[in-house]
């Protein structure tokens, strides 16, 4: 990514459950106990999804934990939290999520400069035998560079 970007949080497991087909960028709306907890990297995006409904996008299943000194201004860790795109790429996503089967899942947290901002993948599911196939082909990918590895020292 570019400069000026700290990574918060990452999805891994988004990548072996879905095909990523595209990405996109989004602010979060945000209270100001969340913005420090999420500093301090108390947040965690593995079960959470998006969804298009009423011309807003909202994630939801986004835990961010509550800031130690916030007291009375911590919000609810699993609130829905609207999410800041172009009226245009909103109803395209609405338009490709209800149609085509795809889900918007988010796959990494970060900060561009000051502002908190949200990669959404537009993914299609993957089956059982595509997580399979994924998995022998990184097995098969790794042993080649192990061997290759090895064939440069000179001895196998």
Known sequence: MAEGIKIIAKNPKAYHDY???DK???GVQLAGTEVKSIRLGHVNLKDAYAIVKDGELTVHGMHVSPYEKGNI???DPLRPRKLLMHKREI???GVKTKQDGYALVPLTL???RAY?????GLC??????DKRDAAAAKDAKREIDRTMKNARRGSF
Do not use: I, P, Q
């Not at 908190?116 to 959404?120: A, C, I, M, N, S």
């Open 19 to 21: 095909f990523v087909e």
């Open 116 to 120: 908190v901002k949200l990669e959404l």
């Open 91 to 93: 109803m395209k996503l």
């Open 124 to 129: 299609k599911g993957k089956k059982l035998y």
């Open 24 to 26: 996109f960028e989004a």
């Open 110 to 112: 970060y900060f561009r």
């Open 73 to 75: 201004f911590n919000k």
